[in-house]
């Protein structure tokens, strides 16, 4: 897997809260990978992370690199300040991995809101807050 960049955002994105069945994915981004946790018996994708998978029932779960790419599936452009720190508008994105089989609700940074489109090529990134890493897409430059 490819490592992705951190990026600084100049505010401060509310640090999600840890919890054992959510850290791995939000410290995954230390070392730039994203992290996605899979079914070790059946190889099911899950997000959120779940204690046990939905297809088979096994307890026997792991968090798996994936390469951080996919496209915009849907999204919305919030023009209301609902965090102190980050500034109106910006784009919300769900974003569809290309090899798992998971879509990510996210923020989609680095683009003009006008720009976005549905089936947009992104890559991830990550922002710091606190002892996150928070997965963030933004459009893949040819």
């Excluded at 390469?67 to 784009?91: D, K, L, M």
């Amino acid at each position: 897997m490819s490592t992705h960049s951190i990026v600084n955002e100049g505010f401060l994105r509310p640090e999600p809260p840890l919890t054992p069945r959510t850290k791995e994915f939000w410290t995954s981004g230390h070392d730039g990978v994203l992290r996605i946790a899979q079914c070790d018996d059946c190889g099911q994708w899950m997000h959120p992370p779940q204690p046990v998978c939905r297809s088979c029932q096994s307890r026997s779960i792991s968090s798996t690199a994936v390469a951080g790419t996919g496209t915009v599936f849907s999204y919305t452009v919030n023009r209301y300040q609902w965090s102190p720190t980050i500034e109106p508008p910006y784009v919300i994105a769900e974003v569809a991995l290309d090899d798992a089989d998971v879509v990510l609700m996210t923020a989609l940074i680095d683009c003009e809101i006008h720009a976005v489109s549905i089936g947009m090529p992104v890559d991830v990134c990550f922002a710091i807050s606190g002892d996150t890493f928070i997965p963030l897409f933004r459009p893949v430059t040819p």
